[in-house]
């Protein structure tokens, strides 16, 4: 495996190698743009990186599906970490181009929800077609296969564009969230602001089935910070879900919802237990009363007293 290699959705200029390139040790690795999702993600399961950085969720549209759907198959991978980044998108062009003459425009498909509201009013004739990335499309207009793309400002000058407006989003203070993925290894020591992916396969429908699934988190006080369904492949109707929650798999209260999930699903995959970005300790919610490690061990010597016939 190449421990100096990390790879990210490319080309050069997307708003993941921005993400990327905020983390301490990027400065020391070697940063290798991939095509997609899929392919960084490969780039770690082959060992021909060490780590891949990708989006996994934005605060317009929610889970990106691509990731969440490679991490819930395939050879199983973990999170280590994650980053929140600000988006703001500029329209990118040729040199010379005028609003006018845009009658195409491209970018991944996670930023049309972005820019819509934009686009049809500035825009309303233009045809949206997705790219592989938001830098892949500014290479598409450089190429002059569109008129514009929707990309980071910074891009411009790598794709010898222009920006024709900047700042634009449908959303104020819209962030993506990105996160950082390895081979699975014992996950870091608890921070005290930390929080646990896994994805949840449910077993057969029946009325209640969701609802059994979350109450192992509801009755220890896990807090669940992202649920989303996703089709499994074997016909309509078969979903798993994609699930983050308050907490480290070390704390008993986590440990022991995933247990319980682990009794009553087909299957749980773990994708990690890391660092929450940009939240301290201190700014963690309390924790309810009764949910706390000292009192899960109270409880179980609690237990294993009268098993044990003493008062």
Not at 3 to 15: C, I, K, Q, S, V
């Amino acid at each position: 495996m190449s421990a100096t290699r990390y790879a990210y959705l490319g080309p050069e200029g997307t708003f993941t190698e921005v993400a990327l390139r905020t983390l301490p040790e990027a400065a020391t690795r070697e940063l290798v743009p991939m095509v997609s999702v899929p392919a960084a993600l490969d780039a770690v399961r082959s060992g021909s990186a060490a780590a891949a950085l990708v989006p996994i969720e934005n605060s317009v549209e929610g889970g990106i599906t691509t990731t969440l759907d490679e991490l819930a198959t395939g050879e199983p991978l973990m999170i280590y970490r994650e980053v929140l980044l600000s988006i703001s998108f500029a329209l990118l062009v040729r040199p010379g181009t005028q609003l006018s003459d845009i009658k195409s425009v491209t970018a991944h498909p996670a930023a049309q929800p972005q820019v819509r509201n934009w686009m049809a009013a500035h825009l309303p004739d233009a045809m949206w077609e997705s790219a592989a990335s938001n830098a892949d499309g500014a290479r598409l207009v450089q190429e002059g296969r569109y008129d514009a793309a929707f990309a980071g400002e910074f891009a411009a000058a790598t794709y010898g564009l222009e920006p024709l407006v900047t700042e634009i989003h449908d959303a104020e203070n819209a962030q993506t969230r990105f996160v950082l993925v390895g081979r699975p290894a014992r996950p870091a020591a608890p921070t005290g602001a930390d929080k646990t992916s896994v994805v949840i396969w449910l077993g057969e429908d029946q009325p209640g089935a969701l609802l059994e699934l979350l109450q192992e988190f509801a009755v220890r006080g896990v807090n669940l910070m992202l649920i989303q369904s996703r089709p499994t492949g074997a016909g309509i109707g078969n979903y798993c879900f994609a699930v983050d929650a308050e907490g480290h798999i070390a704390d008993r209260r986590v440990g022991e919802a995933l247990m319980g999930l682990k009794r009553i699903c087909p299957n749980v995959r773990f994708l990690g237990s890391y660092p929450r970005a940009g939240v301290e300790p201190k700014d963690v919610r309390p924790l309810r009363p009764g949910t706390s490690d000292a009192e899960f061990t109270e409880a179980a010597d609690w237990l294993a007293r009268n098993l044990d016939g003493r008062v």
